[in-house]
């Protein structure tokens, strides 16, 4: 049965992806789950992935294999093969992103590749600066490499890539570690063959790759014929960024074209490679659409993503990328700006930003520390369902836990609270963003580099639901214009505060006692559920139904006068 | 304890089962009856005393009663438990809430969890501060602590839970809070997270602590009840309950740590596997419970069920990891699989066949109970694949409605994608199955197991059902049935030592650390779980202390558990060579000159095993061993209908050979031999099946 051997690829890549993530010494693969495990077939198309594992990279896998595979063809290769590379135009979009495969035998028969596309704790270059001119000073740029030969590690390949590299250690731990789990992938795989007496995998993937696609076919389908336009302003650095995307949906297919979008910029190292700018896209396409088919490549199949060479979403060699994502993570919400109009049940307001915050330096014992840690704002509402308090979106990083972080650097978090009316207002509320406040502790000053976003242009609102609360960022006490690295000495503290997720419908339209709700556990204040909602309340904090149809009334022709017009209604 | 007798107590959501052992005779007498949901002490006092009647003793006569119970976990999925408050250090009280800030699912854009225990309203801020090295940067002001404790007192709560940072390096201000809450308000039951689960990261921590004061209240009325009529019956102090790690403990214990009952009913099943295989001469088994929502498996090796430090329970997705309340409790790790005899088989939107989660429960049941039910179930499959007896499900009392399932299976799946009736059934049941065998696979691989050299130990209504289909798809060496696999819990937990966990997080790195402190921990550890143990009876020369420590390279996320043997000394090297050993095992590769780190010191005292021969006891063989009659059943893999002798389990001997296909009926369960394996009756009466090759599966 097709469904039973689907479900056991996807569980020999689950396994997988567990084993990388207990075996990792890089935080943003292990708590980041800035990873993905993914099976090709031997044509090299991706027929499965770990359900963890992050959309984007199945489709950005097989374009990086078909370049390994230019330099290394397949009649070349031997089990215990590793290539990789960590090219951004090869793989998926900047450096310290390094793609592993390692092929499948079966009888002495290529049968397919197990890979991984992994963020490493390290690529070189310059740390923590945004405004990178090229990928030269970004780090060390592996071209495809044979890592592993017959499973013997290729020293000259390790120790250039050591030499390169901070914390070498952990960075040749994680690709050692990596080789291991595409070992433990093969020997489920060819156990799985086995079991069910397969020859190989030929049959198969083509049953999931053509069920997939006719899926997505259907899918599209839904959307009425007829282009469809949405807009993103994203802070960008300095200057701001404008994403712009056309849907064409008819007959099946769907085409996204990325036209008018602002282009590359040689002032930041904010540029994105279009197989990441495809792989974003593809995200958001399978929330919108269908949300519970396993990944795989052929849901991509029915789609075509462009943008113009040279711009922001199609960055050329050899611009700056290593901070991509200020860009990236934007283009999922300008598809559901404009999927809005088409699907309005199927789309959601606007996510805050992943903001990792690193800090390396010298402790009082003089042993160097480096750590990372991620924290999020609230997620978009949706036209079922309030956005979620601090969730990662798109991207799905775990936080950290605050004790093993104080332990791990002279560090002390002085607060780690939600922020009050952060949620932008709708008839579904935005989720809540936080605040963190971190001081050194040091004798000796301590590195930091925050990525702030959205502190301009906040997470959107759809279908009349208002904006979440920007963003905001400060250092010793002063918000910076431009975000970079600081020195913090003992004493000295950054606040990071990511925003809240845009809210769905109107506020007016908000069930009142919801909002009645939110005040008593004190996510919205009292003054908001007034101004924002028109909700009075009464002593008992329940809501007074005469007095806030009242409010609700004076609150809408006020909006109506002042020509308030939100994003996607 | 002179007295013969021992009484095992299982409370479960709808019934509550006993099993009385006769030590001197060796008979076991059984009794089932119905929980009474407002007050399940009544219940099973009640069930008690019909069991001693026609046991003809008296209360006094029973030496120890040993009581398992979904109640703690039955009390936070439901919700059920005190109005609680929670105390947290300055600026943290919404990290029980902000939780992992991760998705437990990627695509879902209506994603929700589960709340905490306790909302936001409750939740007090306090000034302090205790940092990672345990020294107080913020002493705890006497104006902030009364302004505290005065909110918490005049608030309706009847229980509060205080988790501070760093508190297991310092529990200071954690002791004083309790102290200046219990002086104010000594009815509120106290929970702070030093002594309930004094572990690094406080997510966790924080809410382990609230679920364990937002059950104490209910668990203490519980008690007290329960204890009170075992009193009134001449059984004083004889009370132990089941932990969720497999041991026993007193209900002093239980008061003040009721969420390690987490997983207690579930406990006595997977013992009761134990129980089974040890006397059979098994020591490497999967315990295989699957009922009609859901199945649960616990791996056992070298007679030992897989432990872990960290539950979740109640998920708001059903079945998703991390959509739910995170526990640090010790306990057996049992996998909990989404499908049951009621799971509802559907064709999603590519028409891939679906079984589960969705289920279609007691009411309106699968569509062949004809209570209205109109979605297809697993039951409907096994009912037209001849699996199930449609004149003798639960003995005959419910008769089962072939026309309905027909009907239902061919209106949702056949005419949707074009399958026979016959095809879409064995469908529905290789589909389930194979998703138990998926579920058990990755659990037993996790740690390196082989589940070749494994049985698969079957109970649960549904267990004997799909036992044969799971065992061979996982290639295990076979499976086994136990007989009355109804009160399964209620025997296993008799076989359970009195035991107690304890634990203690201390961050250090190997190389130059201050081992003696480690020692510390452990002696202090030590020195707590001997205390436990004596004040539970156990006789001092008796205590079996077992070390583990957590430990992992510097930088990575996640640990590994290291046995430290009793009596070697703590040594770097020592430490080193054994972290190494067990990475290795687990992960195939080590790394070298990356540094070490221990994060938690773990120790398990345990008292002596009870005697447990005399818990397989069977009633004396009187069948004929003869088939009772005949039916048609599907086995697609040998070529569709095949006629199959159809047994009263009852009637089986010990000794006796069944070849299949067979069909093995008793009230409370079907046994399926497949074709090409033999059924063997061994002298407890289990349905043995050993299976002689391996047959692979096609597709």
Same mark, same amino acid.
Request: proline letters at 3%; charged letters at 25%.
């Given at each position: 049965m097709l469904e039973i051997l689907w479900g056991r690829l996807v569980t020999v890549m689950d396994e997988v992806d567990a084993a990388t993530v207990r075996t990792a010494f890089s935080t943003v693969l292990a708590e980041g789950r800035d990873f993905a495990c993914i099976l090709l077939d031997v044509q090299g198309r991706s027929i499965a992935q770990g359900t963890f594992s992050t959309t984007g990279f199945v489709v950005t896998l097989p374009r990086t294999a078909k370049q390994l595979l230019k330099k290394f063809p397949p009649a070349e290769l031997s089990p215990g093969d590793m290539l990789a590379t960590n090219d951004p135009w090869m793989g998926s979009g900047h450096l310290p992103d390094f793609s592993f495969l390692s092929p499948v035998f079966r009888g002495g028969k290529l049968i397919g590749y197990i890979g991984t596309v992994a963020h490493l704790t390290d690529a070189g270059g310059r740390l923590g600066y945004f405004n990178g001119v090229d990928v030269y000073e970004e780090g060390i740029r592996l071209p495809p490499c044979r890592l592993f030969d017959k499973g013997v590690a290729n020293t000259t390949a390790f120790s250039i890539l050591g030499a390169n590299v901070r914390a070498s250690r952990l960075v040749l731990g994680d690709i050692e570690a990596i080789a291991a789990t595409h070992q433990l992938g093969a020997t489920r795989l060819l156990q799985l063959l086995d079991e069910y007496a397969l020859p190989d995998l030929r049959d198969l993937a083509d049953r999931i790759l053509t069920l997939s696609s006719a899926s997505m076919e259907q899918a599209i389908a839904q959307i009425p014929d007829g282009e469809y336009r949405g807009e993103m302003l994203c802070d960008g650095y300095g200057d701001p960024v404008t994403l712009r995307v056309a849907l064409r949906a008819g007959g099946g297919r769907l085409s996204v074209d990325f036209a008018g979008s602002s282009p590359q910029t040689t002032r930041a190292a904010i540029n994105a490679v279009i197989s990441l700018t495809i792989a974003d896209t593809l995200f958001a396409l399978k929330c919108a659409l269908i949300p519970d088919i396993r990944n795989n490549e052929g849901l991509s199949w029915p789609i075509d993503v462009d943008a113009p060479a040279g711009s922001i979403l199609n960055a050329s060699f050899p611009v700056a990328v290593q901070a991509r994502s200020k860009t990236s993570m934007h283009v999922h919400q300008a598809i559901f700006a404009a999927l809005a109009e088409a699907l309005p049940g199927r789309v959601q307001a606007g996510s805050a930003a992943a903001w990792p915050i690193s800090a390396s330096g010298i402790d009082a014992a003089g042993a160097r520390f480096a750590t990372h840690f991620f924290l999020h704002g609230g997620k978009g509402a949706t036209a079922r369902s309030d956005g979620l308090a601090t969730t990662a979106f798109p991207y799905n990083a775990a936080a950290g836990s605050v004790e093993i972080y104080e332990n791990s650097a002279p560090l002390l978090v002085e607060r780690k609270a939600l922020r009050v009316d952060s949620g932008g207002p709708g008839r579904h509320r935005g989720g809540l963003g936080q605040e963190m406040v971190v001081t050194s502790r040091s004798p000796n000053p301590v590195v930091v580099w925050v990525r702030p976003d959205k502190i301009r242009f906040p997470p959107i609102g759809l279908a009349g639901g208002r904006p979440g609360r920007s963003a905001e960022f400060s250092v010793k006490g002063e918000a910076p214009n431009l975000p970079t690295s600081y020195e913090l000495l003992r004493g000295e503290s950054v606040v990071v505060a990511p925003p809240g997720g845009g809210g769905y419908g109107d506020p007016f339209d908000r069930d009142p006692v919801a909002v009645a709700a939110d005040v008593a556990e004190g996510y919205v204040s009292l003054d908001s559920a007034a101004r924002e909602y028109g909700v009075m309340l009464d002593d008992a904090g329940r809501p007074d139904g005469e007095q806030t149809v009242r409010a609700r009334d004076r609150l809408r022709s006020e909006v109506h006068d002042s020509g308030r017009r939100p994003v996607g209604a | 304890m002179s007295s013969r007798y021992r009484l095992g107590i299982d409370i479960g959501g709808t019934f509550t089962d006993f099993a009385l052992v006769d030590e001197g005779t060796r008979t076991i007498h059984r009794h089932k009856r119905l929980t009474s949901p407002a007050d399940p002490s009544a219940s099973a006092l009640e069930g008690t005393d019909e069991l001693l009647e026609r046991a003809q003793i008296s209360g006094g006569e029973i030496a120890m009663v040993v009581h398992g119970t979904t109640l703690v976990a039955n009390a936070i999925i439901e919700r059920k438990g005190a109005q609680t408050s929670f105390i947290v250090t300055k600026g943290f009280r919404d990290v029980p809430e902000m939780a992992h800030e991760n998705r437990h699912d990627i695509y879902d854009l209506n994603l929700r969890r589960a709340d905490p225990l306790v909302p936001r309203r409750d939740r007090y801020e306090i000034d302090e501060r205790i940092d990672s090295d345990g020294v107080v940067l913020r002493e705890l002001g006497a104006d902030d602590l009364r302004r505290c404790i005065d909110a918490v007192a005049e608030s309706e709560s009847s229980a509060v839970a205080v988790a501070l940072l760093h508190s297991f390096r310092n529990p200071a201000h954690e002791n004083a809070i309790r102290d200046a809450l219990a002086a104010r308000r000594p009815d509120l039951a106290i929970s702070i997270s030093s002594e309930v689960s004094p572990e690094i990261r406080e997510y966790e921590r924080m809410s382990t602590t609230m679920a364990n004061a937002y059950v104490q209240p209910l668990i203490a009325r519980y008690l007290e009840k329960l204890e009170g009529g075992l009193a009134r019956r001449g059984s004083v102090n004889r009370l132990y309950l089941m932990l969720s790690e497999g041991g026993l403990t007193t209900s002093h214990v239980t008061r003040l740590y009721p969420v390690r009952l987490v997983e207690s009913g579930p406990a006595g099943g997977v013992l009761y596997s134990r129980l089974v295989g040890r006397a059979a001469g098994v020591t490497d088994m999967v315990a295989f419970d699957m009922g009609g929502t859901t199945a649960k498996a616990c791996l056992i090796r070298d007679g030992r069920p897989r432990q872990t430090t960290l539950l979740e329970v109640a998920r708001a997705s059903r079945f998703k990891k991390g959509s739910g309340i995170p526990l640090r409790v010790p306990s +057996?790790? &049992? &996998?909990?699989?989404?499908?049951?005899?009621?799971?509802?088989?559907?064709?999603?939107?590519?028409g891939m066949l679906k079984v589960g989660p969705e289920s279609a429960g007691a009411i309106p049941g699968p569509a062949c109970y004809g209570q209205g039910?109109?979605?297809?179930? =697993?039951?409907?499959? $096994?009912?037209?694949?001849?699996?199930? $007896?449609?004149?003798?499900?639960?003995?005959?009392?419910? *008769?089962?409605?072939? !026309?309905?399932?027909?009907?239902? =299976? *061919?209106? !949702? &799946?056949?005419?949707?994608?074009?399958?026979?009736? +016959?095809?879409?059934?064995?469908?529905?049941?290789?589909?389930?199955?194979?998703? +138990?065998?998926?579920a058990i696979r990755v659990h037993v691989a996790e740690v390196g197991a082989d589940p070749r050299t494994c049985m698969l130990v079957a109970f649960g209504g549904a267990g004997p059902l799909h036992a044969s289909y799971v065992a061979r798809a996982l290639k295990m060496r076979g499976f086994m049935c136990a007989p009355r696999p109804g009160i399964a819990s209620a025997i296993g937990m008799l076989d359970a030592p009195i035991s107690f966990d304890v634990a203690r997080s201390f961050v250090a790195k190997i190389k130059g650390a201050d081992l003696t402190a480690v020692a510390n921990v452990f002696a202090e550890l030590e020195a707590r779980a001997r205390t436990l143990l004596e004040a539970a009876g156990v006789n001092k020369s008796a205590i079996a &202390?077992?070390?583990?420590?957590? +430990?992992?390279?510097?930088?990575?996320?996640?640990? =590994?558990? =290291?046995?430290?043997?009793?009596?070697?000394?703590?040594?770097?090297?020592?430490?080193?060579?054994?972290?190494l050993s067990v990475y290795r095992s687990l992960f195939g590769h080590v790394h070298e000159d990356v540094e070490i780190e221990i994060l938690t010191c773990r120790l398990r005292g345990t008292g002596p095993q009870p005697d447990s021969t005399k818990l397989l006891a069977g009633s004396p063989a009187t069948g004929t061993g003869k088939p009772k009659g005949q039916r048609q059943a599907y086995f697609r893999e040998w070529g569709g209908m095949l006629s199959c002798d159809v047994y009263e389990r009852a009637g089986l001997r010990p000794g006796l050979a069944i070849p299949g296909p067979a069909i093995i009926e008793e009230p409370e369960s079907t046994t399926i031999i497949e074709p090409d394996t033999i059924a063997r009756i061994d002298e407890h009466h289990n349905i043995v099946v050993e299976f002689t090759n391996s047959t692979s599966s096609d597709y």
């Open positions: - | +057996m790790e &049992i &996998i909990e699989i989404g499908a049951g005899g009621g799971s509802i088989a559907r064709l999603d939107q590519i039910g109109h979605e297809p179930t =697993v039951t409907d499959a $096994n009912l037209l694949l001849g699996y199930l $007896n449609p004149d003798y499900f639960l003995g005959g009392r419910l *008769s089962l409605d072939r !026309r309905a399932a027909e009907r239902v =299976v *061919s209106a !949702r &799946i056949c005419e949707p994608s074009g399958l026979d009736l +016959m095809e879409a059934a064995d469908g529905i049941y290789r589909l389930v199955s194979e998703d +138990m065998a998926s &202390i077992e070390r583990t420590l957590d +430990m992992r390279f510097a930088g990575q996320f996640y640990e =590994v558990s =290291v046995p430290y043997e009793d009596g070697s000394a703590l040594t770097s090297a020592g430490l080193c060579d054994a972290f």
